[in-house]
């Protein structure tokens, strides 16, 4: 799906504001928690401006292999 630049913006608005239900147009998305709209928007935002990168985490596992 192509997102564009507003539905970012909108969706922003909705995570500052609080809510859960994001308008755009005559469209209208109730999302499920903020954790999922935030994936939604890293996303979004991934795909309108390729070249920002999300931040990953790397956690290295030791075994004394006992």
């Not at 928690?33 to 935030?38: G, K, Q, V, W, Y």
């Amino acid at each position: 799906m192509a997102y564009t630049q507003a539905q970012i913006d909108s969706l922003k608005k909705a995570i500052a504001s609080g809510v859960l239900i994001v308008r755009h147009g005559d469209e209208q998305i109730t999302y499920r928690s903020l954790a999922e709209m935030r994936r939604v928007l890293a996303d979004m935002e991934g795909e309108v401006n390729p070249t920002v990168q999300t931040a990953r985490r790397t956690v290295a596992g030791f075994s004394r292999g006992l």
